[in-house]
């Protein structure tokens, strides 16, 4: 079993005290900074280009359908491989191929079948990291302190969005879409470079099970890939709870799909603004999103995680319908950061949920299984949304997303899996 080292304190502090935690941490909040800038310059030039959308759509679609197929495959072998390693050297293919899209871009203008394949190389090459990431937590991190660090590396990531939507959007707006290529780029290297320093003598000592402990030459042979699989997909169908967050994950991902392709459009039609516009509805979202990840651990410890899973559900639901009715450019700002708060939320709990739940050697696959699944209908959503905003409009369209969104949290009332689950039983 896990042997806790002795620490004091339960706070972020006494956690970033911990050199391994604080390394890992430094280098998923560099690089998410860099995908923000990446993510505004894709999506801002491809509507202002084509005016379209269905085109924007197209690039939801490839990082989805990326992460669909590839994520179940990827969690086997981040199960496999040590954990560290596997980080290191996805941020350094990144960086490859996002800085030779880069250099592309600069000598021969932007294509769209390019960045298409660019995104699609790229989240190929990243899709083992988020697992392995995840995985690896709980590894370096106490078990009474799962929850606070689940929350900081949450709340960490919606601070570099509440700052980099915005700088973004400036950058774009000022400079071009080029610059937010160049600067993600970079930041998947510092990445790397960062979680270089991360030596197993820093981090907690674990089981001979886990793939950073050095190997038993006793041990029996390793199980097949698809036998690894199997027993991944088996051992989320025996917790009734992950599994029923599965099912319901899925259907909300489908129309929070729906959201990302129609923003361009409500941005420069429905809030009659520009790029720095759409860079600060990302900041909100952000925004939002960081105090609900400093705040989940707290609020998750007093009340029952299901119960908060709803509330929240009923809030994003509730701040999406509203959005569509209101045009006013500070009160969107503010839903959004409404939304952004309730997913955050919502995240926290649920992940906390499965690292408790799930056995530490199967932990990586199963949870890829489950980001899979939820992701499943993502791309279908991202096309549908594209094609009803081009038709409906992107103020009518969500209105229809938060009606959806409200009776699906209204439907999880009633199923006794969701609504008695406690973080505190789990981690029990």
């Not at 806790?4 to 998923?28: E, I, K, N």
């Not at 990302?260 to 603004?273: E, G, I, R």
């Not at 899996?417 to 505190?424: L, Q």
Request: aromatic residues 10%; hydrophobic residues 55%.
């Amino acid at each position: 079993m896990m042997q806790a080292a002795p620490t004091r304190g339960s706070g972020y502090r006494s956690l970033l005290r911990q050199r391994a935690f604080l390394l890992v941490w430094t280098g998923g909040a560099v690089s998410s900074l860099g995908d923000h800038f990446f993510e505004i310059a894709l999506m801002w030039y491809t509507f202002t280009a084509s005016r379209s959308s269905l085109q924007v759509a197209a690039i939801a679609v490839v990082y989805q359908g990326t992460q669909v197929v590839l994520g179940p495959i990827a969690g086997v072998f981040a199960d496999r491989w040590d954990r560290r390693r596997t980080m290191i050297t996805c941020d350094l293919i990144r960086t490859g191929i996002v800085g030779a899209f880069a250099a592309l871009t600069w000598r021969f203008g932007f294509s769209l079948p390019g960045a298409l394949l660019t995104l699609f190389l790229e989240e190929a090459a990243g899709v083992p990291f988020g697992p392995s990431r995840r995985a690896y937590v709980p590894t370096i991190v106490e078990p009474d302190r799962l929850m606070t660090a689940n929350g900081l590396l949450s709340g960490t990531r919606q601070a570099t969005g509440l700052g980099g939507q915005a700088a973004a959007g400036f950058v774009i707006a000022s400079v071009g879409a080029l610059a937010g290529f160049v600067i993600d780029a970079a930041s998947f290297g510092l990445s790397a470079l960062t979680l270089s320093f991360v030596r197993l003598r820093t981090a907690l000592r674990v089981e001979v099970d886990e793939p950073d402990a050095s190997p038993d030459p006793t041990k029996k042979e390793r199980a097949s890939f698809w036998a690894e699989m199997q027993a991944g997909w088996a051992i989320l169908a025996r917790t009734p709870v992950i599994l029923t967050l599965a099912l319901f994950g899925t259907l909300d991902n489908a129309f929070f799909a729906m959201i990302s392709p129609a923003m361009p459009a409500y941005v420069l039609d429905q809030l009659h603004t520009g790029a720095w516009a759409y860079g600060l509805v990302g900041s909100f979202q952000f925004g939002g999103a960081l105090v609900g990840g400093f705040v989940a651990g707290a609020v998750a410890q007093r009340l029952r995680a299901g119960s908060l899973i709803i509330a929240v559900g009923l809030v994003s639901g509730s701040a999406v319908f509203l959005v569509g009715l209101l045009h006013t450019v500070s009160i969107a700002l503010i839903l959004w950061g409404f939304w952004g708060f309730s997913l955050s939320v919502m995240g926290v709990v649920e992940q906390s949920l499965e690292q408790a739940l799930i056995p530490r050697e199967f932990l990586a696959r199963v949870m890829t299984v489950m980001s899979s699944a939820a992701m499943a209908l993502m791309p279908v959503g991202s096309l549908v949304g594209g094609y009803l905003a081009n038709r409906l409009g992107p103020g009518l369209l969500y209105v229809l997303i938060g009606c959806a969104l409200i009776a699906i949290a209204l439907v999880m009332v009633f199923n006794t899996a969701i609504r008695t689950a406690t973080v505190g039983d789990a981690q029990g």
